[in-house]
């Protein structure tokens, strides 16, 4: 069921109104069932309380694909990375999740800089459908709101630095 759903949200992506080949290549919707997990970050501030869990529609994740270059005038406020800024977010790889926080419904972007590698290849694409944690890393490592309605983004926060 999840490959079902991680295939189609990566058809969806590949083919939205604003995707290319490589936001394809580097996003990927996670299951409804993940969103909870990806919040759970080691070393960085993740937004909540988390009240419920959506899933995200192509439309909206084509809007948040369009939005993304408005994030690099964005400025982190908390802990860790306080002060920093995303250069080039799309060159990052990103997990998307449905997220409901005070009754409005968010998209939640966890991202990283470098493909994730691991010690067995066959994990190699483990995070097109499980949330990629990792303690510090700094700015290689981020995690941001998108609003769908407002079309923005808020609580940007890097991971911290060993």
């Known amino acids: 069921m999840h490959k ?3 295939f189609l949200a ?7 109104a604003s995707a290319n080949s490589a936001s394809s290549e580097r996003a990927v919707l996670l299951p409804t069932t993940q969103a909870r ?8 501030e993740t937004p909540g309380p988390v009240s419920g869990v959506w899933m995200v529609s192509p439309a909206v994740i084509a809007k948040l694909e369009q939005d993304l270059p408005k994030l690099s005038k964005m400025v982190s406020q908390t802990c860790c990375g306080k002060s920093l800024s995303v250069s080039g977010p ?3 790889y990103r997990q998307y999740v449905g997220v409901s926080i005070n009754g409005h419904d968010y998209v939640y972007i966890n991202a990283f800089h470098d ?4 010690l067995h290849p ?3 694409d483990r995070w097109r459908s499980e949330p990629e944690i990792v ?3 700094g700015d290689s490592f981020w995690g941001v709101l998108y609003d769908p309605e407002a079309r ?4 940007l926060s890097f991971n911290g630095s060993a």
């Open 4 to 6: 079902t759903l991680n």
């Open 10 to 16: 990566l058809f969806l992506l590949g083919f939205g």
């Open 37 to 44: 997990h990806v919040l759970q970050q080691c070393s960085r």
């Open 90 to 92: 799309s060159a990052f």
């Open 115 to 118: 493909h994730p590698i691991y």
């Open 122 to 124: 066959q994990d190699r």
């Open 135 to 137: 303690c510090d890393g």
């Open 152 to 155: 923005q983004f808020s609580q």
